[in-house]
């Protein structure tokens, strides 16, 4: 309504000036060189008027045909790059809901619209593997390698690739190589800490270790438990080249990293004692008795005392099973020694609480070598020894991953290759007519339980 009237207003004062100017007589002389142009105001004022529109007009025309292309391209550029990003997101959304094909489709159509691999390379390679083309998903993520943003998340594909294939000696070579772009990543660390232990790289897996923690990739108690773990691998590895002095030094540190950690115990009172400081080994199992009883710590600490009496040796194990009297393996190791001794009360006394706190196999059979020697009653034996064949099954080193029992604990699970998995515990029941778990039905007499030092350091240590 405004801009009418205004029109109105404005064709009004133009007439208005039109009619003033040529209204009154006159007229208007230019004279340039040989030209002479005579006229009257009222066409001077038109002739102007009219070149000033023409300039208008001419400049309007340069502007379009100058301009014009480059704008129509810029909104095409941005309408492009609008729909590749929308192709992208689309893209990613069906990777995450595992659809291979749509976000295959998806990952083509945004690589044509953004004409930026890098973005795409991630896409494509997700798609390859929902589809399960690990040669493909391969080489997007060594394309990625070459794009310096896109080179971590690339060696992330690689080593997860890697790691699926078994391929550790590669995935090692990856993991140093994410650790050197960005060391503190939680998952670098974690993965280059589990990659070593494998390679055992011991030494370089303490370093990371330490690493993780300043990072807090690991919490402090997994990863004082990793790091007297290590220091247990590599006193271990220093015993098998006969470096004993030096073995039981690491294996030390490893109990002084973490005092509840039974391993380095057990090899840190076996290797005391192959050094010859008989002392220092029953400290150590003394000590880690109060914490954590073993049946091989009361092994060892028996064959320190190998030459006293019976008796003199039930005493001193008397004494040490009192640092943690309730415990099953104090009544355990007791009634052992007191049946070697021939107590037979001190060994039923002990044995009704053991199986009162835990029935396992080991303690039947122990009270059919009690009933053996206190009154040779044949029946009695052998019901025993039927109900010993019927009782939950001993504890022993077994995997939490794949239940595999192993003969002693180790960093990494010989079956499966879980890392930190080997507990001693007890298996769970295994119900007849299946077969007994591994390492259980080698038991045949108390003895025979599986022991976390291995075999040659076993035959060592008696
Ligand atoms: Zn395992």
């Known amino acids: 309504m405004i801009r009418i009237v205004a029109f109105i207003v404005a064709i009004v004062v133009v007439a208005a000036v039109a009619t003033w100017v040529a209204e009154p007589p006159g007229r208007v002389e230019i004279a340039w060189g040989d030209y002479m142009i005579e006229t009257s105001p009222g066409v001077l004022a038109a002739a102007v008027a009219a070149a000033a529109a023409a300039v208008l007009v001419i400049t309007a025309v340069v502007r379009f045909v100058w301009i014009g292309p480059r704008r129509i391209a810029l909104a095409r550029r941005r309408r492009r790059k609008r729909l590749g990003y929308r192709a992208l997101t689309q893209g990613l959304v069906a990777a995450a809901a595992g659809d291979p094909r749509r976000a295959r489709r998806f990952a083509r159509r945004a690589d044509l619209l953004l004409e930026e ?68 990543t939680p998952w670098v660390l974690t993965a280059l800490l589990e990659l070593q232990t494998r390679a055992g790289r011991w030494s370089d897996a303490l370093v990371t270790v330490k690493q993780a923690l300043r990072h807090g990739a690991v919490s402090e108690d997994a990863g004082r438990r990793r790091q007297a773990g290590l220091l247990f691998e590599r006193a271990r590895a220093l015993r098998e080249k006969g470096e004993v002095r030096e073995a039981l030094r690491v294996a030390e540190e490893a109990r002084a990293t973490d005092g509840s950690f039974l391993p380095a115990a057990l090899l840190g009172a076996g290797l005391a004692k192959e050094a010859g400081r008989g002392g220092a080994a029953a400290r150590t199992v003394t000590e880690a008795w109060r914490q954590c009883p073993h049946p091989a710590l009361g092994r060892l600490f028996v064959s320190l005392h190998a030459d006293d009496s019976a008796t003199d040796r039930l005493k001193r194990v008397e004494k040490l099973a009192s640092g943690n009297g309730d415990h099953v393996e104090s009544h355990m190791l007791v009634a052992r020694q007191a049946l070697e001794a ?121």
Do not use: K, N
């Not at 594909?157 to 890697?162: D, E, M, R, S, T």
């Not at 080991?362 to 040779?376: D, I, N, Q």
């Open 117 to 184: 691999p890098p973005l795409t390379l991630l896409l494509s390679a997700q798609a390859a593997q929902l589809e399960g083309d690990d040669q493909a998903a391969r080489g997007y993520f060594e394309a990625m390698l070459e794009q310096p943003a896109t080179a971590f998340l690339g060696l992330r594909g690689l080593l997860v690739q890697a790691e699926r294939t078994g391929d550790t000696a590669t995935a090692l070579e990856l993991a140093e190589r994410a650790f050197a772009l960005r060391p503190e």
């Open 342 to 462: 021939r107590q037979w009360g001190t060994a039923r006394r002990h044995l009704e609480r053991a199986v009162a706190e835990y029935p396992s196999a080991a303690v039947y059979r122990l009270l059919a070598r009690l009933e053996e020697g206190e009154s040779g009653d044949g029946d009695a034996v052998r019901r025993l020894l039927r109900q010993a064949s019927e009782a939950p099954p001993d504890p022993a080193w077994l995997c939490t991953r794949c239940a595999s029992a192993s003969p002693a604990w180790s960093i990494v699970c010989d079956h499966c290759g879980a890392f930190d998995s080997i507990e001693w515990r007890a298996p769970a029941r295994v119900e007849a007519p299946a077969l007994p778990p591994e390492g259980a039905a080698a038991v045949t007499e108390d003895e025979a339980e599986p022991s976390p030092v291995p075999a040659a350091a076993r035959s060592a240590t008696g």
